[in-house]
């Protein structure tokens, strides 16, 4: 007996873009992301988003499976988590199906926390933890993080999450920023020749993001990490795409100190994260 059109599997097409072994396990989080319809069917204004969030897991999966090798449980910690989508997805897509491994989010805002909890528990999540608090004030029981994600924290919470990083000895961190004010105040009382290049508003808020993803780059460098610096999607989507992405190799980097001072002193400016 044929079946009837309203009968169809209502995630269908969904396998070649949403990677899980279980669709039907996968329907909450993707009805929560808006992937799917409230009916279970597929949200086509949702593609172009779910691609950025596939180029996203993409970017961050060689640094997973290598953890996975090496731990029994590796420790993900998704800082300024919001939704907390990012940690979902990663739960969803790698470790959930590796049986292995547990994700803590931070978020300051409760409603954000509970509501995170309730979708949790009902995907059957098991091994993720939600912490209400600041990045700064945050501290994980064990002391220890595998890896730190920092997505659109704002200003200087981006260099929160490089402090809880340090603090937790993560091997690797992934940071995309967004809004960066605080090296924009600092050039705005700076006189002197190099000051035209931030004379008007627009150009030291563009030229303050520019330096302070450029001094983040280096003080991670400062820590032994190893540094690359990319895009996270096409500028179609969003103007703040610039994924930094860092694996450590050694505690300490003497030289990028000495290249992240130098810097620092040439423009005038020193942001708080310089005295970490």
């Given at each position: 007996m044929k079946r009837s059109p309203s009968a169809k599997n209502p995630a269908q097409?969904?396998?070649?873009?949403?990677?899980?072994?279980?669709?039907?396990?996968?329907?909450?989080?993707?009805?929560a992301l808006?992937?799917?319809?409230?009916?279970?069917?597929?949200?086509?204004?949702s593609r172009r988003k779910l691609k950025q969030v596939m180029h996203?897991?993409?970017?961050?999966?060689?640094?997973?499976?290598?953890l996975l090798k090496e731990k029994d449980q590796p420790i993900v910690a998704d800082l300024g988590a919001g939704k907390s989508y990012l940690g979902?997805?990663?739960?969803?897509?790698?470790?959930?199906?590796?049986?292995?491994?547990?994700i803590v989010c931070v978020e300051t805002r409760a409603d954000l926390c509970e509501r995170a909890r309730a979708l949790a528990r009902?995907?059957?999540?098991?091994?993720?933890?939600?912490?209400?608090?600041?990045?700064?004030?945050?501290?994980?029981?064990?002391?220890?993080?595998?890896?730190?994600?920092?997505?659109?924290?704002?200003?200087?919470?981006?260099?929160?999450?490089?402090?809880?990083?340090?603090?937790?000895?993560?091997?690797?961190?992934?940071?995309?920023?967004?809004?960066?004010?605080?090296?924009?105040r600092l050039l705005a009382e700076r006189k002197g020749p190099l000051a035209q290049?931030?004379?008007?508003?627009?150009?030291?808020?563009?030229?303050?993001?520019?330096?302070?993803?450029?001094m983040r780059a280096l003080f991670l460098e400062s820590h032994g990490y190893r540094v690359r610096v990319t895009e996270l999607t096409g500028l179609e989507h969003s103007l703040k795409n610039e994924l930094i992405l860092a694996e450590r190799h050694q505690t300490s980097n003497a030289m990028a100190r000495r290249?992240?001072?130098?810097?620092?002193?040439?423009?005038?400016?020193?942001?708080?994260?310089?005295a970490s």
């Open positions: 097409g969904l396998e070649n873009l949403w990677p899980a072994a279980d669709i039907a396990r996968s329907a909450p989080l993707l009805r808006h992937i799917l319809t409230r009916e279970g069917r597929l949200n086509q204004d996203l897991v993409q970017a961050l999966r060689p640094a997973l499976d290598a979902f997805i990663l739960y969803d897509l790698v470790l959930g199906p590796a049986g292995r491994g547990h009902e995907s059957g999540f098991e091994r993720m933890e939600f912490i209400q608090g600041a990045i700064a004030e945050a501290n994980l029981a064990g002391g220890r993080a595998d890896m730190v994600t920092a997505l659109h924290a704002c200003d200087t919470a981006t260099d929160e999450a490089i402090g809880f990083a340090l603090r937790h000895g993560a091997r690797y961190v992934a940071l995309v920023p967004c809004c960066q004010a605080e090296v924009a290049l931030w004379r008007h508003p627009i150009q030291r808020r563009e030229f303050g993001a520019q330096v302070t993803n450029v290249e992240l001072d130098e810097l620092a002193a040439q423009l005038g400016v020193r942001p708080a994260l310089l």
